[in-house]
């Protein structure tokens, strides 16, 4: 790394949604082939975390996401492009679906599946983090939303 190169990780949210034991995932085209995730994405500037979560689950699903505790925040380095990420990702509920709304470039659809279906897809699983972050809901980690502060 070169004396003018900074090194960041890239700032990510992610939106744990569980409704009638099923949870709420995104098929999408990546540079390696099709690949199912959280909705999900990058935090932008001037955006708090939790606008972000939001912004990132309508785009992606078509509904609105109410962020109800932070799940956890997972640092993960991409073995393909060597880029590292912190998610941060958060418990919510989801209403309002908008059918019509045109989702996400690269977004195929909103897809529920069940804890079953997710683990034997875990091959097609866009990172770790999805299958990580679904078993740590299952295993009733929380936190409340208070413990990020956006200043």
Same mark, same amino acid.
């Given at each position: 790394?070169?004396?003018?190169?900074?090194?960041?990780?890239?700032?990510?949210?992610?939106?744990?949604?569980?409704?009638?034991?099923?949870?709420?995932?995104?098929?999408?085209?990546?540079?390696?082939?099709?690949?199912?995730?959280?909705?999900?994405?990058?935090?932008?500037?001037?955006?708090?975390?939790?606008?972000?979560?939001?912004? *990132?689950?309508?785009?992606?699903?078509?509904?609105?996401?109410? =962020? +109800?505790? #932070?799940?956890? @925040?997972?640092?993960?380095?991409?073995?393909?492009?060597?880029?590292?990420?912190?998610?941060?990702?958060?418990?919510?509920?989801?209403?309002?679906?908008?059918?019509?709304?045109?989702?996400?470039?690269?977004?195929?659809?909103?897809?529920?599946?069940?804890?079953? *279906?997710?683990?034997?897809?875990?091959?097609?699983?866009?990172? =770790? +983090?999805? #299958?990580?972050? @679904?078993?740590?809901?299952?295993?009733?980690?929380?936190?409340?939303?208070?413990?990020?502060?956006?200043?």
């Amino acid at each position: 790394m070169t004396q003018d190169t900074q090194w960041m990780p890239h700032a990510t949210v992610a939106a744990i949604v569980e409704q009638d034991g099923k949870f709420l995932l995104v098929e999408e085209s990546t540079d390696r082939g099709n690949r199912f995730n959280q909705p999900a994405g990058h935090l932008e500037d001037n955006e708090s975390l939790l606008q972000a979560v939001v912004r *990132e689950t309508l785009e992606e699903t078509a509904y609105q996401f109410e =962020p +109800q505790a #932070l799940l956890g @925040i997972y640092h993960w380095k991409h073995e393909h492009n060597d880029t590292t990420y912190l998610r941060f990702a958060y418990i919510g509920s989801v209403n309002n679906h908008q059918p019509l709304l045109a989702l996400d470039e690269g977004i195929i659809r909103a897809v529920w599946m069940t804890i079953d *279906e997710i683990r034997s897809k875990h091959l097609l699983l866009r990172s =770790p +983090q999805v #299958l990580s972050c @679904i078993e740590d809901y299952l295993r009733g980690q929380k936190f409340p939303l208070s413990v990020v502060t956006h200043l």
